[in-house]
Every structure is written in structure tokens, then in C-alpha cells.
């Protein structure tokens, strides 16, 4: 754990029942364990979360899966599934993003659950709503961000579609259902009331796509897609510039804004082209935009003789928005998260890991992260908490292979 | 309004006092508003939030863009810079649960509103802050907008065609992202807060952010000690994960493709695939039948589905694989998403009627409660609430607030 990291505490109490797989289920209920409830993530005995192997990738289920605690339960046995419904009667939360009818076919479908416990509030994420055309189909990461509008402005402007880099179809569906879920327990501390939450992958994706749905309350249009610019076209200049020593992501990206007209002057006097300053070919937003490649060229004619972390100081330095694109090993090596503690470094199995934490700094403090836990590591310890299991119980247990 | 979407009220009582602008500010307290906090907009009386039009001192020219990211507030104007302006927001925000801002590095601490000032007039208060770049970062002084989050943040180096510059994905994410993580944030810190009284200050910078959501790449760094390359989506990449592209169908537009993938947890999606796409003949088949076999031909593979495709619509794609339990998904545009009847039958689209930009349609908070997701309201117009915030909360009577419109200070 981190010394610049410290615990927010804030959900110390509430027990998290985690059905949830992959990513967009275990990244909603490890955002909830980092703020302090106890996620007991329940396993198949028998290799556990698909999520361990099912992308031949060991640091991908510690990445979404830290701070929980793993109990393995055989579902499929009779007894078993009577231990998860004990579990789900002192549960505050159950989240689920099995393929859709899986819960159910299981016997904890929200009918069951909510019978068993009116309090609990039952979480469930699916590729597609209810209702929608494609209620019954699966879904990952990319067919959510293919059909919430994603890909559709991803890509260089008369290319084809592309999938953005990041897992928004899954972190981002996880964020919102568990912002849903805290502001769900927050009401129930008066209501005593448990609720039903639910969400698709593809209608989250379009939360994170309202500025293509800006575009075309403007335009009448769909949205398109516009390569480094933002979709309404980016004020000249603005997108990526190349920089020393030219590899494939030697760039800055620099944005002057409309809004402010200062940014073209100062950027000229840090390029030392005041010869343009008032230079009625290139002064206004609207002389540039008739003359972008120019402007480009201007601009790339500085950046090219720099690297990109020089560019992105000095320009911003100057009270210009510019960013230097960097990878994920430039920023794995930036000291700065460190010390702030958004990245921390942590053990797990023999292996050492960079992970990154919660970035919401909790009165100057991100919270600490705990490896992703082995597989059954919590049984005896969760068991034992929750449902005053004994040692001799458990131990029968594992002998019937329930758990 | 339309029928579908229900008033939330589980934050019901709670009172927001929101310094926000653009867009990473706006989507969380819209958030928060959109779960039943009382969201009040702080805006300059002259022109207010300049997420409200396209070119500064121009009038409210930019109504699709504030609409999205100021639905179910209330607008207040306040001169800030005016003594009794300020002395009028401090009343508000002793009164308040929550305060949220994102202005540049050290402007809210000009005017005099800092963590400091603020925490020793309300000690119970949630002081948020959104910047781009973190308390501590070498970058700390510098602005930042979604674009430069993105960049800074790594999500723009895993984007693109192989062999391509980096392209900045098209959801602002860099903005909305970042909100979405102060939320979450905002609403344990008031869960706690009803057992201890106290306050806390919270802070996220948009480059922090955007790592979170890039875990993936990530992981694979961890592994291979490299930065992914990128690699498009238009084919599969040899050696990873076959099939899994963006195929062609039918008309061929910009936007006429699905997106087709087997996961490699379940080995049946490849047989289920073969029999959709009428080429049983090649179930068995060595060349094909195991993840790693395809992983060396994955021109092939592409080839083989794209055959199929390219004959088909995008939604017939969609449908007919999906069904047989592999997933796809059309690469779906804005206006059919935006004309998709069952998105607005679930509430997910919703109809707004506002005052002056008439009836419009905006995609809504996506998670259902009890079975309805949040009504969206309209955005307020510039100053719409001032004298129903500053009578409820402060018992400002309407002489005293028309002097305080008559010294522009409201």
C-alpha cells in the first residue's frame, strides 16, 4: 500500500454481494469497495471469474478486481445457492452482468432476491435494455461502443469507423450504475427501501457521446468523425503536431479555443513568429480557418524541432491548452503519480504491478490499493462474518466442493 | 415533456451550489440533479456559462450544447466580482451541501472562494474541484480541455489506424468521464456524511481520469513492458483475438459496418458464427477451429465473415448474429440512434420542451430506476431561478432583489 494513499472510509459498512464478471460489472463494484464497502465477489470454485484467464492477461482481473474479497460458491449445488441467498439477506447491494436470463435461470433473479431481502438495492448491467430490439444479445466492450455511437466519430474524417482505445463500453457503464448505486443507498438510509437498477452498455455509451448528439441538434447531420479534431471542426490551429524524435506517438496535441482569442498571439510569441502578430492573413479565427494547412505548418514548423514533453510545457507554460500524447509507458514512468498516488505499485502472487487507483483525491488523498484477491481467499473469513459459519462447517464444505 | 421518465428523489434535499462551466463540472452536478439534488447554476449576469454559445460576447448561440450538460438546474446570476455578490454566494454556500467547481488553476481562489474560505464558513460542505491536471503535476498551472485530457492521459496513443497518427476518440469522455468519477466520489463523501457532519474536499484532475478508463492497454503494458500499438478496427490483428473487426455491409455508407467478435472465454461463439454465415463446411477444420489457429490467419477469417456481410445491412448483421449468441453490434450514427423508436419508448431519448429552443430530444441519465430512468428537464435560461434561490434559501424579498438587479449584481 501507498503512504500517499489513504482509505475515504466512505461506505464502511455497506456489503457489496458481487455476481459480476469481466469488466463492466467489476470496475462499478471496485469503485464502491475503494470508497469503503466490503465486496465479497463470489466465484466459481472451480477456476473462478472468467475474468482470471479469459484474456490470457493475469493483470487484467487484478486491475478491476482490487480491494474485494473472493469467496468461491458453487451456484449449480443446491446448498450453494442456498449460502448466496443467506448472503443476499444481509447484503446491502448485488450487482450482475451476466448474459442476459443467466441470473435468473440461477435462481437469484431480482423477483427472488427482493423477496428474500426488501432492502437490498439489485444492480444489473446488460449489453441492451429491456425492451430494446437486442434485449437478448451479448455484448463486450467494442459491440457496446459500436452500437452507442462511439465508433461512429472515432476515425480520420473520410476513414473508417475506429474503436476508441479505452473500455468506455465497460468502464463507463460500471461508473454509472455505481454512482446509481450510492445515490440509491444514500435514499435508503431514510426509506429503508431496497431498489432495482438497471443498465445497457449501449445506452451508457451514449452518455459519454453527447457531443456527436450536439453536432447534430446544430447540423441536422450525424455526427461525424474529424481524426484528432473535435467533432465541430476545432479552431485553426488545433489537433496533433509531430515532435522529436518523430516515433509513433510523438505528438502534442494543442487546442486554441475560439473562446479566447489570446491563444494565437501567445502561441506566435512563444514560436517566435511575432512577424505574424496582426498579420491580417492569419488574425482572426475565421483568416485562420481559410488557411488551416498554413496555420498547420506554421505551427508544426516549431514542434517538429521539439520533443513532445518540451512542447507541452512551454505551450502550456504560455496559457495555451496543449497535451503531449503519451503512451502507457511514458506514463507508467511519470514520477508525479506516484507521489500523488495515482499510480501505485502493489504485490500480487509473486508478481509486482502498477496499478492505477481511484484518480478522486479524498482530502488530498486517493485510497490505497489492496490486490485483487486470490481465488477463494475471503471463503472462511466471509462466511464466518457474514453468516457465523464455523471452521468444522466450511471445512465440510469444501469437501462437498460447494465452496 | 413525454410520459416516460420518473422524478428521482433520492437525493432529495440536497442543495448543490455549482460553479461549473463547459463541460467536466456540468455533467456531474447534471448528474447529480438528474438523481434529485436542488442544482444551483452560479452564472456571471452578463453572459454566464460560455458552454451557453460558440463565440464569447456573442448571445446564446450554442443552445444543443448547454441544453446537454445543464438539464434539470436552475440558473442564478451573481456578480462575483461585485462585494455583495460575493457576500451573497457566501450565504449560499453556507446553506449548501455540496459545492463543485472548474474554473483555471487558481481562479476560484482569486475570487475568494477557495477550500479554505469556504470550509471555514460551512465546515459540513463537500468542496469539489475539477482540473486538467493534478495538485502536484508538473502540469498543474495548465489548462486543459477534453482534447488535451485524452492526449495527456494516454486514450489518444491507443487510438487509430495502424501506421496512423494518433486520433482523438470521438466521446468526451476526457469531460463527461471526469464527471462522472467526481459524482460517484460526491455521493459516498454525503453517505458518510450522514453519520459524521463533516465535510470533505474532493479533487480530480481529467488527466487522472482518463487513465482510469484505459485500464486495458494498461494491463497489457504490465505484461509486455510495451505501449499497444494501435491497429484500427477494420481488420483482426494477427495473433490476437480472431475475428474481431469491423465488417462492410450493405450500402456501403460511412458508417455500414458491424462489428463482429468470439471471445476467447467461449469457443463455442466460432461454431455458432460458421452456421449464421451458411460455411458449416469449415466447422472442424483445423485451420480455423481453435483461437490460436485463427490467430494465424486472420486475413482469412476476415474474409471469410466479411463475405457474408458485405451482403447484408448492418441491422440485419446485428440482428441475426446476435441472436445466435456471438456478439456484434452495428456501428450505429447519431441520427439513428437518435431515430430509434425503442430507445425513446425506454426513456433513454427523451423529449424536452424548453422556452426558447422549442422541443428537442436528448439522450437521458441511462440507468433505470425501478424500472424508469430520470426525467429530463429543460436547461434554465440565464438567471431563470435567481429570485426563487435567493427567496427560499435567504429569504431575499423581491424589493431587495430589485435592488440587486438594478446595481447588476443579480
Not at chain 1, 452482468?97 to 435468473?104: L, S, V
Not at chain 2, 446537454?68 to 462585494?83: E, G
Not at chain 2, 446553506?95 to 471555514?120: F, H, S
Request: charge should be neutral; charged fraction near 25%; aromatic fraction near 8%.
Amino acid at each position: 500500500m501507498d503512504a500517499n494513499a489513504v482509505a475515504p472510509n466512505c461506505l464502511a459498512g455497506v456489503k457489496i454481494l458481487d455476481l459480476s464478471q469481466f469488466e463492466a460489472g467489476p470496475t462499478c463494484t471496485e469503485a464502491l469497495a475503494w470508497l469503503g464497502a466490503e465486496v465479497a465477489k463470489i466465484e466459481n470454485p472451480k477456476g473462478g471469474e472468467a475474468g482470471r484467464t479469459g484474456f490470457a492477461d493475469p493483470c487484467y482481473f487484478m486491475m478491476y478486481n482490487a480491494n474485494k474479497k473472493s469467496v468461491t460458491v458453487n451456484l449449480k449445488s443446491e446448498r450453494g445457492l442456498a449460502l448466496v441467498k443467506d448472503m443476499a439477506r444481509r447484503a446491502d447491494v448485488f450487482v450482475e452482468n451476466f448474459a442476459p436470463g443467466a441470473i435468473e435461470r440461477l435462481g437469484l433473479g431480482y423477483d427472488v432476491v427482493s423477496v428474500l431481502n426488501p432492502r437490498i438495492i439489485y444492480a444489473q448491467v446488460k449489453g441492451f435494455g429491456e425492451g430494446s430490439p437486442y434485449e437478448n444479445s451479448l455484448a463486450f466492450d467494442m459491440i457496446a461502443q459500436a452500437c452507442g455511437g462511439a465508433m461512429s466519430i472515432t476515425g480520420e474524417r473520410d476513414g473508417r469507423p475506429l474503436k476508441p482505445g479505452p473500455t468506455l463500453g465497460d468502464t463507463g457503464t460500471g461508473m454509472l450504475m455505481a454512482l446509481s448505486i450510492v445515490s440509491a443507498l444514500y435514499q435508503r438510509v431514510q426509506t429503508g427501501k431496497g431498489r432495482r437498477l438497471q443498465i445497457a452498455m449501449q445506452d451508457s455509451i451514449m452518455h459519454y457521446s453527447r457531443t456527436g448528439f450536439i453536432y447534430q441538434g446544430r447540423t441536422g447531420k450525424a455526427a461525424p468523425r474529424n481524426g484528432a479534431l473535435p467533432l465541430g471542426g476545432g479552431n485553426a490551429p488545433s489537433g496533433v503536431y509531430p515532435c522529436r524524435p518523430g516515433g509513433p506517438n510523438d505528438y502534442v496535441y494543442i487546442s486554441t479555443s475560439r473562446a479566447n482569442p489570446e491563444h494565437w498571439p501567445r502561441l506566435l510569441k512563444l514560436i517566435g513568429r511575432e512577424d505574424l502578430l496582426g498579420d491580417p492573413r492569419y488574425d482572426t479565427a475565421n483568416a485562420r480557418a481559410e488557411r488551416a494547412a498554413e496555420v498547420d505548418e506554421i505551427v508544426a514548423g516549431w514542434t517538429r524541432t521539439r520533443s513532445k514533453e518540451e512542447a507541452m510545457r512551454l505551450i502550456g507554460a504560455a496559457g495555451v491548452p496543449a497535451g503531449a500524447v503519451f503512451d502507457t509507458v511514458e506514463l507508467t514512468r511519470e514520477a508525479s503519480f506516484y507521489e500523488r498516488g495515482i499510480l501505485q505499485e502493489m504485490e500480487h502472487a509473486g508478481r509486482r504491478m502498477t496499478m492505477p487507483t481511484w484518480p478522486v483525491r479524498f482530502d488530498g488523498a486517493p485510497p490505497p490499493i489492496k490486490p485483487a484477491p486470490l481465488l477463494g481467499e475471503h471463503t472462511a473469513e466471509v462466511l464466518g462474518d457474514w453468516l457465523s459459519l464455523g471452521g468444522a462447517e466450511i471445512e465440510a464444505l469444501k469437501k462437498d466442493g460447494i465452496v | 415533456m413525454d410520459g416516460i421518465g420518473v422524478e428521482l428523489d433520492c437525493l432529495a434535499g440536497i442543495r448543490v451550489v455549482d460553479f461549473t462551466q463547459f463541460e467536466a463540472g456540468p455533467s456531474c452536478t447534471e448528474a447529480l440533479a438528474w438523481l434529485g439534488a436542488e442544482v444551483v447554476k452560479v452564472e456571471n449576469p452578463k453572459t454566464g456559462d460560455p458552454g451557453r454559445r460558440l463565440r464569447p460576447g456573442k448571445p446564446d448561440d450554442d443552445p444543443w450544447y448547454f441544453h446537454q450538460f445543464n438539464a434539470n438546474k436552475k440558473s442564478l446570476t451573481l456578480n462575483l466580482k461585485s462585494p455583495r455578490g460575493l457576500e451573497i454566494v457566501k450565504e449560499l454556500l453556507k446553506k449548501a451541501d455540496v459545492t463543485v467547481e472548474n474554473m483555471a488553476p487558481g481562479t476560484i481562489e482569486r475570487l475568494g472562494l477557495g477550500y479554505d474560505e469556504v470550509k471555514k464558513i460551512n465546515p459540513g460542505i463537500i468542496y469539489c474541484q475539477v482540473k486538467g491536471f493534478g495538485t502536484g503535476s508538473p502540469y498543474e498551472k495548465s489548462l486543459a480541455f477534453d482534447m488535451i485530457a485524452q492526449a495527456a492521459g494516454g486514450p489518444t496513443s491507443v487510438t487509430g489506424e495502424a501506421d496512423g497518427p494518433p486520433v482523438k476518440p470521438g466521446p468526451s469522455f476526457g469531460d463527461t468521464g471526469t464527471g462522472m468519477l467526481m459524482a460517484i466520489s460526491i455521493l459516498g463523501a454525503l453517505y458518510k456524511r450522514q453519520k459524521t457532519g463533516q465535510g470533505r474536499r474532493l479533487q480530480v484532475a481529467m488527466q487522472d481520469a482518463m487513465i482510469h478508463y484505459m485500464r486495458v492497454p494498461f494491463s497489457r503494458t504490465q505484461l509486455t513492458g510495451k505501449a499497444p500499438a494501435r491497429g484500427g478496427s477494420a481488420r483482426s490483428q494477427p495473433g490476437g483475438l480472431v475475428p474481431s473487426a469491423l465488417y462492410p455491409c450493405q450500402p456501403g455508407g460511412p458508417n455500414d459496418y458491424v462489428y463482429v467478435f468470439c471471445s476467447r472465454a467461449n469457443p463455442e461463439h466460432w461454431q455458432r458464427l460458421l452456421k449464421v454465415i451458411g460455411r458449416e463446411d469449415l466447422s472442424g477444420d483445423p485451420r480455423y477451429d481453435t483461437q490460436d489457429a485463427r490467430s494465424q490467419r486472420a486475413a482469412e477469417v476476415d474474409e471469410i465473415i466479411a463475405a457474408w456481410t458485405r451482403r447484408h445491412t448492418k441491422e440485419e448483421a446485428m440482428k441475426v448474429i446476435g441472436a445466435a449468441g456471438v456478439p456484434a453490434g452495428a456501428v450505429f450514427d447519431t441520427v439513428e440512434l437518435m431515430s430509434d423508436p425503442s430507445l425513446a419508448e425506454r426513456g433513454i431519448m427523451q423529449w424536452v420542451e424548453h422556452p426558447t429552443t422549442g422541443r428537442y430530444k436528448v439522450p437521458a441519465w441511462p440507468v433505470r430506476f425501478d424500472g424508469t430512468p430520470p426525467r429530463v428537464g429543460p436547461s434554465p435560461l440565464l438567471g431563470q431561478h435567481s429570485a426563487e434561490v435567493l427567496s427560499e434559501w435567504l429569504g431575499i424579498d423581491k424589493a431587495e432583489l430589485d435592488a440587486l438587479k438594478a446595481e447588476g449584481i443579480v
